[in-house]
């Protein structure tokens, strides 16, 4: 006996647009409420473990969340800005360098708020 699997038609069925558009949009919208959920649950664990009287990893944590919400937010900017100016190469190429430092500054912010971060944890009592 020999088990085959059925013959199919290796072609890519197309998805209509507005399919594809509303999987999209909730795609991005799970996306940030996990995203959101995960930074509340951080938030809440900090708030426990911190003793200090000022709350700086709370502070610190604040800052972190601006920080992601600021260069999404440029990110996001840059990303329409490619879109509109897809016909010229020059600008092309300009926006390529701009989103090279763009993301070469949220990580070097993204680091000095993670070392920020585990140095004051390890700081905890």
């Known amino acids: 006996m020999n088990f085959q699997p059925p013959q199919t038609d290796n ?18 919208f799970i996306a940030a409420s996990v995203k959101l959920l995960a930074v509340a649950a951080i938030f809440t664990g900090l708030h426990m473990m911190d003793s200090t009287t000022n709350l700086w990893l709370m502070k610190v944590m604040g800052g972190f969340a601006g920080w992601e919400a600021l260069f999404y937010g440029l990110l996001e900017l840059q990303g329409r800005l490619k879109l509109s100016r897809a016909d010229d190469s020059h600008l092309l190429e300009k926006n390529q360098i701009r989103t090279d430092v763009l993301l070469m500054l949220y990580l070097l912010g993204n680091i000095s708020f993670l070392v920020a971060l585990i140095v004051g944890i390890g700081k905890m009592p």
Request: net charge positive; proline share 6%; with cysteine.
């Open 11 to 28: 072609r890519q069925q197309e998805i209509p647009e507005c399919r594809r558009f509303l999987f999209s949009w909730v795609h991005h």
